[in-house]
């Protein structure tokens, strides 16, 4: 069965600490794996995109790694800000949507929340 | 750049009325257009996939009927609720894929650009 499951569910954090968080997925056949920031009442913003033969991509304070071979994946925040704030997904897409490219489907995510 | 603009931000309305939520994509053309659901605490949802000059394609359990688009340009792409109920109230995304690479871009013509979502309350 195709899956993509996030740890963990939520997350609280001082300002200015570092967190993990980490993804697995069962997809097949894999193409990439994205992470995306999504703010409460706003729309997605893409961190990553991370192709088979990529194990690390760093975006800022954010870097993402891939291990293939155990299908997991991870995102790694460095001095966290309040504005980290957010819920973090993590998307493999399976399957082409109408136009061809591949579909991406969204999962709940990790809500991390960073206090002061 | 890669800029999406959803309009209206809000919306409240009555039940019964249709609502129109516009998606522009302001610096690129779009070939493609997306528009998601989200309620409370759940993940984004696909609703629709609309391809410029063509109708939309529906999800599994979308009613296309109750839920018009209409992607006129390959810059603006509309849903339509109409006759909205209060179980239609929810947060509406929509996001746009280039159709050329844009600069940046992490997946090339593969990216999609998020608006910043309507939020519609049908009361």
């Known amino acids: 069965k195709n899956q993509v499951e996030q740890s963990p569910q939520s997350l609280i954090i001082l300002e200015g600490k570092n967190c993990t968080l980490q993804c697995n997925y069962t997809v097949s056949p894999f193409s990439n794996l994205r992470w995306y920031k999504q703010d409460t009442g706003r729309g997605p913003v893409s961190l990553t995109i991370m192709t088979f033969s990529e194990n690390t991509k760093s975006n800022g304070r954010y870097t993402a790694t891939l291990d293939a071979d155990t299908k997991q994946s991870s995102l790694h925040i460095t001095a966290s800000q309040l504005s980290d704030s957010a819920s973090y997904i993590c998307?493999?897409?399976?399957?082409?949507?109408?136009?061809?490219?591949?579909?991406?489907?969204f999962g709940i995510g990790t809500k991390l929340q960073v206090i002061p | 750049g890669a800029v999406v603009s959803q309009h209206p931000s809000w919306v409240i309305c009555k039940s019964g009325t249709s609502v129109k939520i516009e998606c522009r994509s302001l610096d690129f053309q779009a070939t493609t257009m997306f528009w998601y659901r989200q309620f409370p605490k759940q993940s984004l949802m696909l609703m629709a996939t609309?391809?410029?000059?063509?109708?939309?394609?529906?999800e599994q359990g979308v009613e296309k009927d109750k839920f018009l688009i209409n992607h006129a340009s390959l810059t603006l792409s509309t849903l339509t609720v109409t006759s909205a109920h209060p179980e239609d109230s929810s947060f509406y995304i929509c996001?746009?894929?280039?159709?050329?690479?844009?600069?940046?871009?992490?997946?090339?013509?593969?990216?999609?650009?998020f608006g910043p979502g309507t939020r519609l309350t049908v009361l």
């Open positions: 998307v493999v897409p399976l399957g082409l949507d109408s136009g061809g490219y591949q579909k991406v489907t």
């Open positions: 996001s746009a894929r280039a159709a050329v690479p844009l600069a940046g871009a992490r997946g090339g013509t593969d990216t999609q650009y």
């Open positions: 609309s391809n410029e000059g063509s109708k939309a394609t529906y």
